[in-house]
């Protein structure tokens, strides 16, 4: 979590939100640091957006770019992480693995 969370701070220093923040936006790279993708939303703040985030991982929805998104977001990834390693189920949308290589799936500690 701390290396998205490094990332979403990076881009507000910079006057940026990236706008969806959601598990399919994180890969885990060789050395199993999570990369945020995806920036396709990423937009200045208070910046019209031509999309918005993914539903059920946004608190409400929206048309302009702010770090409130990125920050709403943060908490609702955490959970979904922490249940799929522990194998527990969330009521948060799911986000489908069956593409994942086993090896992949393994290198993340997932089943």
């Known amino acids: 979590m701390a290396d998205i969370e490094t990332a979403v701070a990076h881009l507000h220093s910079l006057g940026l939100a990236h706008n969806d923040l959601n ?6 790279g060789k050395n199993k640091e999570a990369i945020l993708i995806d920036f396709g939303s990423c937009q200045p703040f208070g910046k019209e957006l ?3 985030g993914t539903p059920g991982w946004i608190d409400e929805d929206f048309t302009t ?10 908490p609702k ?10 194998g527990l189920p969330t009521d948060l949308p799911p986000m489908h693995l069956d593409g994942l290589e086993r090896s992949t799936r393994e290198e993340r500690g997932l089943p």
Not at 23 to 28: A, F, L
Not at 77 to 86: A, F, G, H, P, S
């Open 50 to 52: 031509m999309s918005t």
């Open 23 to 28: 598990p399919s936006n994180v890969v885990i």
């Open 65 to 74: 770019s702010a770090q409130e998104h990125d920050l709403a977001a943060l």
């Open 77 to 86: 990834i955490k959970t979904w992480l922490d249940n799929v390693y522990q």
